[in-house]
């Protein structure tokens, strides 16, 4: 229990750190009382519902991947892995577009409506960040997000059923699932590079909630 309260405490305190730093009610100058006393009046406002920061739980996708391989559940793993790429790249673009942006709800929405992760690690990450994703990083994840396709929208073809009625279609042999870890963790590290670098609030947020989590604990 001390573990998920521990876990829950550094996912949701930052995030309401930042929130605060967008709405000029803190700073990275404010007191460990001035922290205390924004937190605090911000939980008893009831509006964590209306937050432009996106929470992520941990890294719970990650310990599904990693027990998946290792029980070598491949399509698991990589269907899990679809989703991850997803959940990454939409909270990157949920605090790049509302934030620096300033996108409303309703401009981001139509934004990512419909869009591929293909999508949002070429030309919407090309608009956001000035620059271009690695090719091999963009390919590899596409050709993940495509398995994961084939393993949730399935359709076996005719032509590949074997003598006893099986499907031969074999998407567990598709793909090196050794490499999915290694890339989410790439391309969380680049998105994380990339936000820092955008949305300075956001490592702001971290540092003011390390420095008052370390002197309160």
């Known amino acids: 229990m001390e573990e998920i309260e521990k876990e829950i ?24 009382e001035e922290v205390k006393q924004a937190i605090t009046s911000y939980l ?7 937050m432009n920061v996106a929470i992520t739980m941990g890294n719970e996708f990650e310990k599904a991947i990693e027990n998946a391989i290792n029980l070598g559940q491949n ?5 899990l892995a679809g989703i991850c790429f997803e959940q990454i790249t939409n909270e990157f ?4 577009l509302l934030n620096k942006y300033n996108f409303s709800r309703r401009e ?3 934004c990512m409506k419909g869009i ?6 070429t030309w919407l990450y090309k608009l956001t960040t000035s620059k271009c ?16 396709n084939n393993i949730v929208h399935y359709k076996p073809l005719i032509q590949n059923i074997g003598e006893w009625g099986e499907d031969e279609n074999d998407y567990d042999k598709s793909y090196d699932v050794s490499n999915i870890l290694p890339l989410i963790e790439r391309v969380k590290e680049i998105f994380s590079k990339d936000a820092y ?10 540092d003011i909630f390390r420095k008052f989590f370390d002197e309160n604990k």
């Open 9 to 32: 405490v550094e996912t949701m305190m930052p995030a309401i750190i930042t929130e605060l730093i967008l709405e000029e009610r803190i700073t990275e100058y404010s007191s460990d």
């Open 44 to 50: 008893h406002s009831g509006r964590l519902d209306l």
């Open 75 to 79: 399509n698991v793993a990589i269907a």
């Open 93 to 96: 673009y949920q605090k790049i």
């Open 108 to 110: 981001y929405e139509s």
């Open 116 to 121: 591929s992760v293909k999508d949002k690690l």
């Open 133 to 148: 994703m690695e090719i091999n990083i963009v390919n590899d994840v596409h050709k993940i997000c495509s398995l994961r």
């Open 197 to 206: 670098n955008l949305f300075p609030e956001e490592k702001m947020s971290k």
